[in-house]
């Protein structure tokens, strides 16, 4: 991710963060719908997290991911939320000089989907040796 923040820096600096930020005031405003302040709050735990859900060292994918994810998580977000209270906190954002905050609960959330995934690969594991035990 830290690459991938980098590369954006580079390209075109600081919109990505504006838009990060503006999520991050949806999330926060009591007006903002549940469903879309769930899905803000599972964007922003993924993008501002210390830990990748597909680590950066594997080949392609591990860039490939926050590349294709935090767009398209960000584009659902920005779709699903009414236009003028979306453009409100977009405006709040960009008039705004805070940083992003750094999400430690976007962590846990990326362990927890690790750790889902685990499980599930073991319990087929086991599903599987009680079939081959037959």
Do not use: C
């Amino acid at each position: 991710m830290r690459r991938l923040q980098q590369l954006l820096r580079k390209t075109n600096p600081g919109r990505l963060g504006v838009y990060l930020l503006a999520m991050w005031k949806l999330f926060k405003h009591p007006d903002t719908p549940r469903p879309v302040r769930w899905l803000a709050a599972a964007v922003l735990a993924y993008a501002l997290s210390p830990i990748d859900l597909i680590p950066d060292f594997i080949p392609v994918l591990g860039l490939l991911d926050d590349v294709v994810l935090v767009p398209l998580g960000l584009a659902l977000v920005i779709r699903l939320t009414p236009a003028a209270h979306w453009q409100a906190r977009l405006r709040e954002a960009e008039r705004s000089g805070e940083p992003l905050p750094r999400l430690l609960w976007g962590a846990v959330f990326v362990v927890a989907v690790w750790m889902l995934v685990a499980a599930l690969f073991a319990g087929w594991l086991v599903w599987l040796m009680k079939g081959a035990w037959r």
